[in-house]
């Protein structure tokens, strides 16, 4: 079998059975390779920011593509009550376009801030580091434990919003 025959059987397969999952999935892979390639590439951030978001953007690809396709599946379900042939093919490809909209506005968003962050944690093992706080030492010799100050930004005395303006008057 020469080439050229392989090629041309490949499109002609691709072409009779469309479907909308093999554009997002060719799409997702295509950034899970070249997108944190290029972040790593970038000469003006600092190298732990590369790592992160390269890693970042990784995941959320690998992450991607096993929900377009399940939800492209599952939406193409719904098509069994179509008696008609034609409609049902139309159908079928309508609706797992539709399930990969939804798994990209939706259900990809959503996994992903659950699980990226955890994954990330346990990778750089940040669960494993805890901060040892910080000791200061006075001009007497004492040595104390410095605590962070909670910082409020929203206060009742220091506000700039409109409520603050409407209960007590605007103050010039």
């Known amino acids: 079998m020469s080439v050229t025959s392989f090629a041309k059987k490949i499109m002609e397969s691709v072409g009779k059975n469309n479907s909308p999952r093999y554009a997002v ?7 899970g390779i070249f997108k944190p390639l290029s972040t790593l590439l ?26 377009y396709i399940g939800c492209s599946f599952i939406a193409e379900k719904f098509v069994k009550g179509i008696k008609d042939p034609q409609r049902a093919k139309l159908a079928k490809s309508n609706l797992g376009f539709l399930g990969v909209c939804a798994a990209a506005a939706l259900v990809i968003p959503a996994f992903c801030s659950v699980v990226i962050k955890p994954m990330t944690d346990m990778i750089y093992h940040k669960g494993a580091q805890k901060s040892q ?31 603050s303006f409407r209960n007590g008057g605007m103050k010039v």
């Open 42 to 67: 970038d000469k003006k951030e600092k190298p732990e920011t590369k790592k992160y978001t390269a890693l970042r953007e990784f995941l959320t690809e690998c992450i991607a593509i096993p929900i």
């Open 25 to 31: 999935v060719a799409i997702a892979t295509a950034n």
């Open 133 to 163: 706080p910080a000791k200061v030492e006075t001009k007497s010799g004492a040595v104390f434990e410095a605590s962070e100050k909670k910082v409020y930004p929203y206060s009742n005395y220091h506000t700039c919003s409109f409520a």
